[in-house]
């Protein structure tokens, strides 16, 4: 079976590329029309909603992929100025979202008898689709910057793929492996593939599912490259095409201040985004100072009634710690910009303490080398004998 692909910059349609000849990515063409909540098949993970997928399940990590919970968490309501609900991406296989793309990638390099998948990226992704190809018996090649740290390097290598370090300019990466994926028959499932996004549509399936009929008031989710945000939009937009939601939510979608590129477009009321110089930030997973799905998230924000929001490193930080502290999450650094873009976008009129709020804490804290947030531990030391008087006085 061949995709048909589809751009929502120009209407144009293709079959095998991944990229429009106006310049932006494609998308799947996928016909909602006849989906309702009773359409959900009682499958694993992001497998339940096949009838809004382009593949089916290949087994193994696959199965593990998606079907995260979705927690009421008053003790962020304070903080946030709305009613907070946590989307926990911690919980996937490799700790993020990007499993839930990596398992559709994968399976569709199956069924098309590709033998190799690959992708750019030094982080989750890397991680994510080295994890799914293993499972499934394909090679994948990760390609990382050369001057990588070897911790992290570690955690990707676990799952046996072939990690090369490209020495030259990174950013035309991107591109660069499409080009050559198609030509060496290696599938790029880079951060915007079409497949990609078509699996990541189902956070926000899951999300609207929980409160079918009705939807949340918005969804906040940290923006790097832009693909989750399209895939969060496409689902929504499938779902209220189908008539499966009365009304779409506002989607807001935060960035780090240090590299916002998207951020900026929308506070600048831009139709694209610019790349931008970007500045060192702790929120380095989502740092894209040039994101190929920009264009797609700023529409994304603009016609749900949404935003984008910047928010600086100190407030990250807060935020990160708010969510162990208030709610019991470790989130990444980089997922802790949706409770910081929430508090802001509360002070401002744009969230209601009344509105329910879903942040979408994308990943999981337990692997991130240590940052502001969790560096200082504040622990007396005690004796034995003493430890009785101690406990008394607490
Ligand atoms: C990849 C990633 C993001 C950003 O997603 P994009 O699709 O690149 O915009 C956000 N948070 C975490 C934890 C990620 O791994
Ligand atoms: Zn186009």
């Known amino acids: 079976m061949t995709l048909e692909l589809a751009c929502d910059a120009c209407d144009a349609t293709a079959r095998a590329s ?6 932006e990515s494609l998308w799947v063409e996928t016909d909602p029309h006849g989906f309702d909540w009773n359409s959900t098949v009682d499958a694993p993970g992001v497998w339940r909603y096949a ?11 696959a199965d593990a992929a998606g079907g995260t919970p979705l927690v009421r968490t008053r003790g962020l309501d304070e903080y946030a100025g709305v009613r907070v609900h946590v989307k926990d991406e911690g919980e996937n296989p490799t700790g993020s979202f990007k499993d839930r793309g990596s398992a ?85 499932l880079n951060s915007d593939a ?34 989750h945000a399209s895939a969060i939009w496409k689902a929504v937009r499938e779902l209220a095409a189908a008539g499966a939601i009365a009304r779409v939510p506002r989607l807001y979608f935060a960035q780090a201040a240090a590299c916002a590129p998207i ?47 910047a928010v600086t490193d100190e407030e990250i930080v807060t935020a990160k710690e708010r969510f162990a502290r208030e709610a019991g999450f470790c989130v990444e650094t980089s997922s802790a910009t949706t409770l910081a873009a929430a508090r802001k976008l ?49």
Do not use: W
């Open 346 to 394: 509360s002070e401002v009129g744009e969230l209601a303490d009344d509105e329910d709020v879903v942040l979408v804490a994308t990943g999981s804290g337990f692997k991130e080398a240590r940052t502001g947030a969790d560096a200082s531990t504040d622990a007396a030391t005690v004796g034995l004998e003493d430890l009785g008087g101690r406990l008394a006085t607490l």
């Open 18 to 23: 991944y990229r429009c000849e106006c310049g």
């Open 194 to 227: 079409p497949l990609r996004v078509e699996g990541q549509k189902t956070t926000a399936l899951e999300i609207c599912e929980v409160f079918a009929p009705d939807a949340p008031d918005a969804i906040v989710a940290p923006v790097s490259s832009g693909g």
């Open 104 to 188: 559709l990638g994968v399976a569709r390099a199956l069924s098309s008898g590709t033998e190799t998948v690959g992708t750019v990226s030094h982080g989750n992704m890397a991680m994510s689709t080295a994890a799914h190809a293993a499972s499934a018996g394909l090679d994948c090649v990760v390609l990382v910057p050369d001057d990588i740290p070897p911790e992290r390097l570690g955690v990707i290598a676990q799952y046996g793929p072939t990690v090369l370090r490209v020495e030259g300019d990174y950013g035309r990466l991107y591109e660069e492996s499409l080009r050559l994926g198609e030509e060496r028959g290696v599938a790029f």
């Open 263 to 309: 951020a900026d477009a929308f506070e600048a009321g831009a139709e694209g985004v610019e790349p931008v110089d970007a500045g060192k930030t702790v929120a380095y997973s989502i740092a894209n100072a040039d994101p190929p799905s920009g264009r797609r998230a700023l529409a994304a924000a603009r016609e749900t009634g949404g935003a984008v929001a």
């Open 51 to 61: 009838a809004l997928l382009p593949d089916s399940s290949p087994g193994g990590v």
